[in-house]
């Protein structure tokens, strides 16, 4: 357990002070319930609408996982196909920069307008939000390709194919789950802008509800679950990287 508190000790501790700040300021400043609600409040109320909440909880992880899966696929074919040709790269690379230029949330409600208000729309926002980390991340990890094995394997007869395979992937994984490291924890928040858009069902819809009837302890209580969905996609993506890219957690 030792090194497991040296590790999340401080953290843990660090969120256990917040807790006790927030609960204690909002009785000793008398603060009302409709701007900050008492944490022992927003804990009942997560207790008391569990079922509920873990339903809208599923809804909104399905559109996060979704629309991350489609990030990574599009993003990494993305990212493989520039690799592969420099007049890819100086087309696309600009541009892929670029989208970053626009409003995410403006384009939110052409997401809406093109896809309806099924899951597709909320999907289509969740790439929005996660595509480029994923892009510009397998972009990045390709060119730590080390240029002295990449001569090697050149004058040892492989082909194009093997050099993608044997040392450019590898090469890429560690930058491109630092860049899923982050698409993944963007994905609850997209999912959630698409939901409070229009939706039937969701976290974000949920909330955008409980606002609007001034149900403060339910805003909170949704805000809380999305941010434990949001650290535990990270946490996911964490997993799956130290699984993955076993070479590097032994050094």
């Known amino acids: 357990m030792k090194p497991w508190l040296r590790q999340y000790g401080p953290a843990i501790l660090f969120v256990l002070i917040l807790a006790g700040v927030w609960e204690a300021a909002t009785v000793w400043l008398d603060i009302p319930r409709y701007i900050i609600p008492r944490l022992s409040r927003v804990l009942v109320s997560v207790w008391d609408t569990r079922d509920l909440l873990w339903r809208h909880s599923l809804y909104t992880l399905q559109e996060a996982l979704l629309g991350l899966f489609l990030s990574v696929l599009f993003g990494v074919l993305l990212a493989s196909l520039m690799e592969g040709s420099r007049l890819a790269k100086r087309t696309l690379y600009p541009l892929v920069i670029a989208s970053q230029t626009i409003p995410i949330v403006a384009l939110s409600p052409v997401m809406v307008m ?5 899951i597709w729309s909320k999907v289509a926002v969740v790439i929005l939000f996660t595509i480029f980390p994923v892009t510009v991340g397998a972009v990045d990890g390709f060119r730590q390709t080390d240029p002295g094995t990449l001569e090697l394997m050149k004058t040892m007869g492989a082909s194009n194919g093997q050099i993608f395979r044997k040392l450019k992937i590898p090469s890429a994984l560690p930058s491109f789950f630092t860049g899923l490291k982050v698409a993944a924890t963007f994905s609850i928040g997209g999912a959630t802008i698409g939901e409070w ?6 976290l974000g819809m949920y909330t955008k509800r409980a606002s609007s009837q001034m149900r403060s302890e339910a805003l909170f209580a949704g805000v809380l679950v999305l941010s434990f969905l949001g650290i535990a996609m990270f946490l996911a993506a964490l997993l799956l990287e130290k ?4 070479w590097q957690n032994r050094r």
């Open 197 to 202: 858009l229009g939706a039937d069902s969701g």
């Open 114 to 118: 093109w896809f309806g208000y099924e």
């Open 243 to 246: 699984r993955v890219v076993r």
